[in-house]
């Protein structure tokens, strides 16, 4: 159980991280070519306005459609990052009642309920 526990916030830590990466990329917005021929981060100090005003994203020229590109990638990760967070959480949470709480049924019921049950439908 308890090994499960730590697996559980290994995976936390790397739903984290995941996050934190996503989160970053989408304020900072895509590497791309402007105007003007040159490569960089046009939308870096914009403070993410980018993500609501589709206007903004001509200011990248090449490659086509990478502001569309980045912004579905880094929200699937955002997304999934989320999912495995509540995931890796709720099997935290389960690791640890069961490490406290032990195996609590009765100690009648521990052994071989299905068994009795199939005997005493008479198979
Ligand atoms: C969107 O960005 C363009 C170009 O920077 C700007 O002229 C326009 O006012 C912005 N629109 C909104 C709704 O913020």
Known sequence: MLRSVFCS??????????????????????????????????????????????????????PPRVVLWHMVLFSLLLGLGLLELLLCGIQVVNGLLGTVCGDCRKAGDREGVGVRALATIGV
């Open 9 to 62: 916030l290994f995976g936390g830590l790397g739903a984290f991280y995941c996050l934190a990466v996503a989160s970053a990329a989408l304020a900072k917005g895509p590497y791309c070519q402007t105007h003007n021929q040159k490569w960089g981060y046009p939308f870096e100090d914009l403070g993410g306005s980018y993500l609501q005003n589709k206007t903004q994203w001509e200011a990248c020229v090449t």
